[in-house]
């Protein structure tokens, strides 16, 4: 059976709404490793959630985000915290071939084995099209299938925080905008 990678963002304050992602994944899945990016979760926090798992075979990974690594990230709204952007940092920090970054609020209802075959080798990601926006062409960035081989080639997370920070003052949905325009 092949383990999934899966990646989430967040901080502290936002543990609750990590949790129960994690939780909803776990419900769905029989082998997965769970990377959360993170600037500041205590590892006590891992270790405690690890040693539940300890019967099971999933694994909750401790990935520190370096913040200075996104200074200069900002967003339009406030409700968007700059730590979203190390979403783009995912393949840099997480050492798999494939990885599907969900946000923070996403819940999982079902097998998310089918979607991480439909990535093709030449796939730089796959995602779900926006069906909230009134541009045709946007995609959803809280669901994003990455191939990370191909980002860690192409560079593209420090592109896409470069992108963050030179248009920083246009980013309306910030990692969203990001992942959308560049």
Not at 89 to 105: A, C, F, G, T
Not at 111 to 119: A, C, E, I, N, R
């Given at each position: ?7 989430l ?91 599907l970054y ?39 960035s ?10 860690r ?30």
């Amino acid at each position: 059976m092949k383990r999934l990678a899966i990646a989430l963002v967040g901080n502290y304050g936002y543990l609750n709404q990590i949790l129960t992602t994690v939780k909803s994944v776990l419900w769905h899945h029989q082998a997965v490793d769970i990377y959360i990016l993170n600037p500041d979760i205590p590892q006590e926090v891992f270790a405690q959630l690890n040693q539940r798992l300890a019967t099971s075979n999933h694994c909750i990974h401790n990935v520190k985000v370096d913040m200075n690594e996104l200074a200069g990230t900002a967003s339009s709204f406030e409700r968007i915290l700059n730590v979203v952007y190390a979403e783009f940092m995912i393949p840099e920090l997480v050492d798999e071939q494939r990885v599907l970054y969900l946000d923070s609020d996403v819940i999982v209802d079902g097998d998310l084995t089918p979607l991480f075959k439909m990535l093709e080798p030449t796939d730089m990601l796959l995602a779900a099209k926006e069906r909230i926006s009134d541009i045709e062409q946007q995609f959803n960035s809280g669901v994003m299938l990455m191939n990370a081989d191909r980002w860690r080639q192409e560079k593209l997370g420090q592109q896409l925080l470069t992108y963050a920070r030179d248009h920083r003052e246009e980013l309306r949905n910030g990692d969203q905008t990001v992942a959308n325009n560049y």
